[in-house]
Nanobody
Framework: QVQLVESGGGSVQAGGSLRLSCAASETVFAVNVMNWFRQAPGKARELVARISSYGKANYADSVEGRFTISRVNANNTVFLQMASLKPEDTGVYYC????????????WGHGTQVTVSS
């Protein structure tokens, strides 16, 4: 079973930066989309950013202009560079790898905590 492992979370003050990484434990066949989700206490999990296999990125309105998602297809790794962090960015961040169609899969990491203090 493929495992996704996130790293890079931590505690920062508002205005600070963090870089999250997510890597698969083994080679994953042709990931279509790599996503970053987050879940704040008492709230539903929400999509923060996603990137296609061609490098097209989309962001939630709340992080547009502050977060940057990138991926390295060769080693199945996705990154989330977070800048100008706000207290409302606090939550557990999860990476997610999805393949559609033939040999479809939907893998999730266990999450990494990000805490932003004011």
């Amino acid at each position: 079973q493929v495992q996704l492992v996130e790293s890079g979370g931590g505690s920062v003050q508002a205005g600070g930066s963090l870089r999250l990484s997510c890597a698969a434990s083994e080679t994953v066949f042709a990931v279509n989309v790599m996503n970053w989700f987050r879940q704040a206490p008492g709230k539903a999990r929400e999509l923060v950013a996603r990137i296609s296999s061609y490098g097209k990125a989309n962001y939630a309105d709340s992080v547009e202009g502050r977060f940057t998602i990138s991926r390295v297809n060769a080693n199945n790794t996705v990154f989330l560079q977070m800048a100008s962090l706000k207290p409302e960015d606090t939550g557990v961040y999860y990476c997610n790898f999805v393949r559609y169609g033939n040999r479809a899969f939907d893998y999730w990491g266990h999450g990494t905590q990000v805490t932003v203090s004011s």
